[in-house]
Structure formats: structure tokens, C-alpha cells
């Protein structure tokens, strides 16, 4: 990419956001923050007994996250962040207007098994199925890309830097 953007990793829970974010950010050369540190304590504890947040619990999580990717504007960087609704987007764009976004998209089956697999993680595979009914995807109005997360991280990754080069284009 010519320019360096900030990029946003979505997709629901178990798409490989927090995997493919720091491979995506070290293929572009630049910083990549983890979305679940912006958490506050009370939504990790909300989200580990099996809660799903509601917005209110959001957007005090997007501020944060927001406020990150305008410091990087410029500069480039990348960020995950579940993103699943378009005005959760907006209001991230409202603080990073140049931030695009990497959706990462996959079979629910595929993403469940790999859910299901991971450990350490607060988000149980329960909370999917509301994931999925929140998923807004992007619109054609968004800056961004989606990226199928079959395959290898390897491979995903490589099929993200050459969708958002593509951007440039």
C-alpha cells in the first residue's frame, strides 16, 4: 500500500482476528494493538459468564480503540475489533476517518471448530450465534476488503495484503 493505512480486523468471534491481525501488521510494517485490551474489566467478565455485550458496554470499548488508530494515522497500523455493526464501524471512523477495514469471513462450522479449539479465550463458542445475528458485513460505501479465512494464517494473510494493496489501486 502506498500510503499507510489503519486497518481494522473484523469478523465475529473466531475468525483468526487476533492471529491474522499481528501477521498483517508485520507484513505491512507496522504496529499492530490487540481490540480485546481496549476492554474494560467489567465486559471481559460480561463476555466470560457468557453475556453478550450490548452497545452500551461498546462504546466506551470503540472510543478507546478509535483514539488508538487516530494516533496512528499516517503512520499505518493495525487494530482488531469484532466491528460487527455498521454503526460500530461508523463511530470508529467518527474518531479514524482513514481506517479501513479487513472483514475476515468463513463458514460457521470452520469457525466454530476453530472456537472450540482455542484456549485462554473469554468469548465462548455460545455467544457465536449472536455474533452471526449482530454481523452487519461491510457496504459498498466502506473502505475495505473481505477475506475468507479458509486456509493457512499464511495463506489468509497473503490474500489480505494483496485485497487491500488492491484498495490503492
Not at 500510503?3 to 508485520?26: E, F, N, Q, S, Y
Not at 452497545?55 to 494516533?71: K, N, Q, V
Not at 475495505?144 to 495463506?155: H, L, M, R, W
Amino acid at each position: 500500500m502506498s500510503t499507510p493505512h489503519v486497518v481494522v480486523v473484523m469478523g465475529v468471534a473466531g475468525t483468526g482476528k487476533t492471529t491474522i491481525g499481528p501477521l498483517l501488521a508485520d507484513a505491512l510494517g507496522v504496529p499492530y494493538a490487540e481490540g480485546d485490551d481496549f476492554h474494560p474489566p467489567a465486559n471481559i467478565a460480561k463476555m466470560s459468564a457468557g453475556t453478550p455485550l450490548d452497545d452500551a458496554d461498546r462504546w466506551p470499548w470503540l472510543d478507546a480503540i478509535g483514539r488508538w488508530a487516530h494516533g496512528r494515522a499516517g503512520l499505518g497500523g493495525v487494530v482488531s475489533s469484532s466491528a460487527l455493526k455498521r454503526s460500530y464501524r461508523d463511530r470508529l471512523r467518527a474518531e479514524a476517518p482513514g481506517a479501513v477495514f479487513l472483514h475476515l469471513t468463513g463458514d460457521r462450522a470452520l469457525i466454530e471448530e476453530r472456537m472450540a479449539a482455542r484456549k485462554g479465550h473469554f468469548m465462548p463458542t455460545a455467544l457465536l450465534d449472536s455474533q452471526f445475528a449482530t454481523l452487519q458485513p461491510l457496504e459498498d460505501d466502506e473502505a475495505g476488503v473481505a477475506v475468507d479465512v479458509s486456509g493457512t494464517p499464511e495463506e489468509i494473510t497473503q490474500r489480505a495484503v494483496a485485497a487491500l494493496r488492491r484498495l490503492d489501486s
